[in-house]
């Protein structure tokens, strides 16, 4: 699955472009393969946006703000999400990956 994270890079708000910086840092301090897709230049892409969050995810007035996040056409969630799944230690659930193993190399003395 490709996570795509949909972004705005022509917003006017502060804290759009920091929440948007930070999952996409995040993303590559982490090595997590993905796609940005600007919603300010693709029309396309931000009404299938706009359709594929689930309806409780929703403003009660106006549009869902990115970032969103996908993985596939599965919707993983908004900043908030990512910021909650980054806290409880559970990114890679959240954006639906397998768990990273770590392997432990033992010293050779």
Not at 17 to 25: E, M, N, P, S
Not at 76 to 98: A, H, I, M, W
Request: net charge neutral.
């Amino acid at each position: 699955m490709v996570i795509r994270v949909f972004i705005a890079s022509s917003s006017g708000s502060v804290a759009v472009k920091k929440r948007q910086q930070a999952i996409v840092g995040f993303l590559e301090a982490n090595r997590i393969s993905f796609e940005e897709v600007d919603i300010t230049m693709l029309e396309d892409q931000r009404l299938w946006m706009y359709q594929n969050i689930p309806e409780q995810k929703r403003p009660e007035k106006g549009n869902p703000l990115p970032p969103q996040i996908f993985s596939g056409d599965d919707y993983c969630g908004d900043y908030e999400d990512f910021f909650q799944s980054k806290e409880t230690n559970t990114v890679f659930s959240f954006l639906r990956l397998p768990p990273v193993k770590i392997c432990k190399q033992r010293a050779l003395f």
